[in-house]
C-alpha cells in the first residue's frame, strides 16, 4: 500500500482496506490537531484535504464522482449557520429582555446551546452514515472511468497437496533355480 498516495493524491481508486486505514490516520490527526494551539488549526485545513483524497478515491472506486463529498460539506456548513441563527436568536431575545431574570437568561443559554448541540450531533451523525456508506460500498470489479481497479492483495497461494503416497510394489525374489553341479 503506497500511503502518500491515498492520503496526497486526489486521483484515482482506492479499496476498502485503504480507506479505513486513511479514516483511521485523518481521525488521529484531527484529535491531535485540536490539542496545538495555532498550528493544529492550520494542520486542521490541511487535513480537509486529505479527506478529500481519501473519500474521492474511495468514491471513484464505486464508480462514482468525488463532488459527493462536496455536498457532504454544503449541508454540514448549512447546518453550521442554522445552528448558530437558533442559538443567536435565543441569546438575542434574552438580551432584548432588557437585562430581565437570571433564569430567564439561563433558559436562554440553554436553549441556545441545546441549539447547537442538536444541530450539532445531527451534522455528526450525517458524517458516521456517511463515512460508512462510503466504506462499504462495493467498488467496481474491472475498469472505470477513473482508473483501473486498486490493486487487490495477493491472496495466499494454496499450499501444494501432496499426492497420496501409491503403494510400494512388492517386489518378489528372483525365482530359485537350482542349479545342479556336475
Known sequence: MNLSHVLFSPNGRIGQQEYWIGILILI???IV?????????LISLFLIYVGVCVYGKRLHD??????????????????????????????????ANGGGS??????????????????????????????IWVGVSAGDAGENRFGPPPARAPSPAPAPTQPA?????????PANEETTRN
Open 28 to 30: 488521529a490527526s484531527n
Open 33 to 41: 490537531a485540536t490539542f496545538i494551539p495555532f498550528l493544529g488549526f
Open 62 to 95: 464505486a464508480g462514482k464522482t468525488a463532488w459527493i463529498h462536496g455536498g457532504v460539506w454544503a449541508v454540514q456548513i448549512l447546518l453550521g449557520i442554522v445552528g448558530f441563527a437558533l442559538a443567536g436568536g435565543a441569546i438575542m431575545a434574552a438580551m
Open 102 to 131: 437570571d433564569e430567564a437568561n439561563v433558559a436562554a443559554i440553554l436553549g441556545a446551546s441545546g441549539s447547537l448541540f442538536l444541530v450539532g450531533g445531527l451534522g455528526f451523525l450525517i458524517w458516521i452514515i456517511y463515512t
Open 165 to 173: 503416497p501409491s503403494p510400494e510394489p512388492t517386489v518378489q525374489p
